[in-house]
């Protein structure tokens, strides 16, 4: 049964470009949630998908976007970058209408913009 | 306006037990939780408490006061792999989503 998996691991990029990072949930799970982890700090709740919408969308600026497929994975992109979304970025899988109150988060990709 | 509280750091001896606390004000609540996160790598679940009381998992066991906004970690017969960041996380009573305490990071020494 695979886990939920992010590509890629790491990524170094440079102010103003754009990155996309990408990710596939657990098998049988239909909900993604992205976070973003500065260093040293809880992570942050960026947005979720479910049914290929934007369900949820925490405190973060319109040059975070993302993207569900019809086969639940899902997509991050950030425009414009700064110097301070440096950080890991995780994406969580769940199931919208499960009984499990788990989160399944991947390894997570590191994001380093010069 | 949510807000979680957390120690930024502790120190313990292998063998011991160590409690970590955790204090939440959330404008709603659908249960705590428990993340361990060692370095660069992904939170892994510990613990749930959705009810006030204490929930026991072999050493680790975590304790909630929905009237106080307060829970806690206990681990006990501390290792040495145990030394990692520990996560406190509200959900979000109208998502799936967590908001995540700043984290404790926990060392073991021998």
């Known amino acids: 049964d695979a886990g939920v998996t992010q590509s890629p691991t790491h990524l170094i990029k440079t102010r103003g470009q754009q990155v996309t990072l990408r990710c596939s949930p657990k098998s049988g799970h239909d909900t993604v949630s992205w976070y973003q982890q500065a260093l040293g700090q809880g992570p942050q709740f960026i947005f979720q998908y479910y049914e290929e919408e934007e369900r949820q969308r925490g405190n973060f600026p319109d040059r975070f976007s993302g993207h569900q497929f019809p086969n639940y994975s899902s997509e991050l992109n950030v425009n414009a970058l700064l110097l301070g979304d440096s950080a890991l970025y995780l994406c969580a899988s769940s199931l919208a209408l499960g009984v499990s109150y788990e989160q399944y988060f991947g390894p997570g990709t590191r994001l380093t913009v010069t | 306006g949510q807000n979680i509280d957390q120690p930024t750091e502790m120190t313990a001896t292998e063998g011991a037990i160590v409690q970590i606390n955790c204090t939440y004000q959330?404008?709603?609540?659908?249960?705590l939780f428990w993340y361990q996160q060692h370095a660069g790598e992904a939170p892994t679940f510990l613990s749930y408490?959705?009810?006030?009381g204490l929930e026991e998992k072999g050493r680790f066991s975590s304790f909630l006061s929905r009237s106080k906004g307060y829970s806690y970690l206990l681990l006990k017969e501390l290792q040495m792999k145990d030394s990692a960041s520990y996560l406190c996380?509200?959900?979000?009573?109208?998502?799936?989503?967590?908001?995540f305490g700043p984290g404790t990071r926990l060392s073991v020494l021998p």
């Open positions: 959330t404008s709603g609540f659908n249960g």
């Open positions: 996380a509200v959900r979000d009573p109208y998502g799936q989503n967590f908001v």
């Open positions: 408490n959705v009810l006030d």
